[in-house]
């Protein structure tokens, strides 16, 4: 099962407000202003600023 679309088209970064984009996998949610990602686990997106990793560490993390 995948993230509703719905919940996606309104979930915004919570550092810059700006839009966010599922990476490939639906593991995770991209901001490109910010370059980090908020993790998804178990179809629920972690929507915490402490919690997000940073893009250039995104792939190593996995």
């Known amino acids: 099962m995948s993230l509703n679309k719905e919940l996606l088209d309104i979930l915004a970064c919570p550092q810059c407000k700006g839009e966010l984009e599922l990476k490939p996998g639906e593991d995770g949610l991209a901001c490109a202003k910010c370059k980090i990602v908020y993790p998804v ?22």
Do not use: F
Not at 50 to 59: F, L, M
């Open 41 to 62: 686990q178990d179809e629920i997106p972690i929507m915490l600023v402490d919690e997000a990793i940073p893009e250039k560490d995104w792939t190593s993390s996995k």
